[in-house]
Each structure stands twice: as structure tokens, then as C-alpha cells.
């Protein structure tokens, strides 16, 4: 199950998922269908806020994630990246699933001033109390993809700061890199493969690259 594939890294996880031949069936989960079908594909148009009818699935994978400026507040912006990641996967874990994979942020922790963090931080403890076999958290820094093919804004700076760490990327320590979406994909879908039991956080440093090592 696939939760965010209209994002950045979940259309790249959707995209692994849908060609990767070890995997039967893949189930979208999304407040909007996608303009995309696939023999493999079934899309469920859902409200994270009253979950119901999803099918038992394997791993469950969750991309979800918004900012303040699009939401609109901090209230909305917690309903997306705290309450409806934490309901899909408590959904999930009680249809069976037993590994779960999620894009959260560098900096997540629940005791960090910054409100964005500190929200992260408790959709990490909240997730990972849910008696998963296997939790898998993916911890980038900036995100760099092609966000005009989604239809998405560049974020308030993003720009110039992608830049800027291009430019100053030997002296960048691995995990202040902006890394590619693709990569942050690659590198959670490793993670869930692996299926090592605990809670496991794959940080910014450790997926770059990801998806040049999976080819």
C-alpha cells in the first residue's frame, strides 16, 4: 500500500513498486485518484480522517506530507503529516500489514522548538508504537525533484537553496545535502525490504544515491 504517490517521493515509490516483478498488487491510497493505470494498480480514494474498507496488504508505505504555507495552518498541517499518517498506518497494522515504511524529515524529534520538527518527531513515536514487525523511518534533508510536473509550487526559498548546496556539495556533509526524491524512494523501499525487525531511521547521508545502487 501506497499512501502520497501524487508527491514527489511517492510517485517515484509507486513507480519502483509497479515495476518491481516480486509484487502482485499495489494499492494507492489518496483524497484523489491519479492519472496513471496499471494492470498492478488499485486505487482507493479515501478520507484520512475516517479510514474504512481498506484491503489487507503486506507493507504499507507512506509519503504524505504538506507544509504550513499550503495548508494553511499549523492545525491543517498537522491533520496531513501527524493524524492522517498515523490513521493509515493504524489502519493497516489492524488489516495485517507488518512492515511499515515512512518519509518523516532530518531533525524530526519531538522536543525540537521548531513546529514542523517537532510534529515529525511525534508521527515517528506514534508510528512506531503501533506493533509493526518493522518500522522503517526515512529521514532526508531537502528534497530535490521536478515538482512543476507535479503541478507543485517551489517551496518559499527552495530554489536558491538548491543552488547553493549544488554548487557547495564537497563541503556539504552527506546529510545537509539536498537529495533526490528518487533516491529517498529507493533507499525506504530498501529499508522495508530488508525487513529487519525493531525501528530502524535511514538517515539523509545514507540515502543518497540509493537509486544509482539499486540499477
Known sequence: ???????????????????????????????????????????????????????????????????????????????????????LARTARAQGATQLGVVSAM????????????????????VSALGYTSVSIAQPSMLAGDRAALDQPLRSGEGLALSVTRWLKPLIPANYRSVQAVDVAAGLLRAVRAAKPGVHRVLSGALQGAATAES
Open 1 to 87: 500500500m501506497v499512501a502520497g504517490a501524487t508527491g514527489l517521493v511517492g510517485r517515484e515509490i509507486l513507480a519502483a513498486l509497479l515495476a518491481d516483478k516480486s509484487v502482485k498488487t499495489v494499492h494507492s491510497v489518496g483524497r484523489r485518484k491519479i492519472d496513471l493505470k496499471h494492470p498492478k494498480l488499485v486505487q482507493h480514494v479515501v478520507d484520512f480522517a475516517n479510514l474504512k474498507d481498506l484491503p489487507p496488504v503486506d507493507d504499507v508505505l507512506i509519503a504524505l506530507g504538506t507544509t504550513i504555507k499550503v495548508a494553511g495552518s499549523q492545525a491543517a498541517f498537522r491533520a496531513v503529516d501527524f493524524e492522517a499518517v498515523v490513521a
Open 107 to 126: 531533525g524530526a524529534s519531538p522536543k525540537s522548538p521548531i513546529f514542523y520538527n517537532q510534529v515529525k518527531g511525534e508521527m515517528e513515536a506514534a
